[in-house]
């Protein structure tokens, strides 16, 4: 009897425990989707997908799943008959995800959390491009792609940047790897998640489906066309004085050039900064620029603390930023890489208290 009414009350005090865990939330409205089953369904590390919990939509089209978090963000679906709605989830936060019953999986919309924010500006984005141009304008037109990379760029090892990269729109692959600047896009996603999140098998993926399509586009036979060698990808910005400063025509010169991603209002900056500045005093007499490019988004204060920078600093629009940071690779920042005597991008610096004996390699 003991035995029974311990077990009875150790079962009670995890129910409670589980009862009383944070959890996240999805909820809504569907019209036309009353007394109507709704499967809430997590991905494998496959990529499939499995029922985590099932309801009936209520009478006046409203529902609400609640789960606990998985300790890094996530990306979830609804499905209703044969068509889904997909929504991310960082933590623990309620997010809004509203639709109806026809077009389930084009209709919806979601808000509640700055990436839920960020997959409904990408699938408004999408939805228009398609209303408007077709589905197999997004595929194939670089300039649509550059667009909406420009939106999962701004956080790249995000659930949204996850999920946009294998998007398929009408049975394509929205960013295909074995297209070059697709392929870029794809390592700028796989280099945030190697940085932020190493253990998610998501993250071996990426990068794998990165390096195998860069081994075949550098494996390829080559043009019997004689061309000017592109070392690293260009850079042309202008200076606080409104100068054009062009990174090829620093490196034409012989110098080793130090290339710094940044933004002024970044909590680390000043840091960063001053071990640059150590670096610069010690060797600019010896061949070192240092070509550092900001991304702040205001203007003005990128302008305020550019016009004491000793070094060459140049301003990147906002409408410019994913062309340069995927160009490189970037999908945090900051981001260093050095520049040899050659003009050949030789190393990526991802400790700045070793910068001064990762240049002394190379000067």
């Known amino acids: ?25 999805v909820e809504g409205k569907i019209e036309g989707a009353e007394g109507k089953e709704l499967i809430l369904e ?15 939509v209520e009478n006046d089209g409203t529902y609400a799943f609640h789960g606990l978090p998985a300790g890094h963000p996530e990306i979830y679906r609804l499905r209703l008959g044969s068509e ?39 699938n408004q984005m999408v939805d228009s491009i398609q209303r408007h141009a077709g589905a197999a304008a997004i595929a194939s037109d670089e300039g649509i792609k550059r667009r909406i990379a420009e939106i999962i760029l701004r956080n790249p090892s995000g659930m949204t940047a996850y999920y946009t990269i294998f998007r398929t729109i009408g049975g394509t692959q929205m960013y295909d790897p074995a297209v070059p600047f697709d392929n870029r896009v ?4 796989a280099n945030a998640f190697n940085q932020t999140r190493p253990a998610d098998p998501r993250t071996r993926m990426l990068s794998e489906l990165f390096l195998a399509h860069r081994r075949k ?15 690293h990808p260009e850079i042309s910005l202008s200076d606080v004085n409104g100068n054009v400063r062009v990174l090829s025509d ?14 002024y209002s970044a909590p680390e900056s000043p840091a960063i900064n001053v071990e640059l500045a150590k670096v610069y005093d010690t060797n600019k007499g010896r061949g070192l620029q240092i070509y550092q490019v900001g991304f702040d988004t205001d203007e003005y204060l990128w302008r305020q603390s550019a016009k004491n920078i000793p070094w060459i600093a140049v301003y990147n629009p906002a409408d410019a930023s994913a062309k340069t940071l995927v160009d490189f690779n970037v999908g945090a920042l900051p981001a260093t890489f050095i520049i040899n005597r050659n003009g050949d991008l030789v190393e990526r610096v991802t400790d700045m208290s070793k910068l001064s004996s990762a240049v002394a390699r190379y000067l």
């Open 1 to 25: 009897m003991n035995r029974q009414l311990y077990i009875i009350a150790g079962t009670s005090l995890l129910l409670l425990a589980s009862c009383s865990q944070k959890k996240w939330s």
């Open 42 to 56: 997590g991905a494998n590390e496959l990529g499939g997908w499995y029922g985590i919990d099932t309801l009936t």
């Open 84 to 122: 889904s709605a997909y929504f991310p989830i960082d933590s623990l936060e309620t997010v809004t995800l509203n639709g109806s019953l026809a077009n389930f999986a084009t209709t919806y919309t979601l808000a509640g959390s700055p990436e839920a924010d960020a997959m409904q500006s990408v």
């Open 186 to 189: 794809i390592g700028a996603v």
């Open 217 to 231: 586009a550098s494996a390829a036979p080559g043009d019997t066309i004689v061309a000017t060698e592109i070392k």
């Open 250 to 263: 620093e490196t034409a010169r012989g110098n080793v050039v130090i290339l710094n991603f940044t933004a």
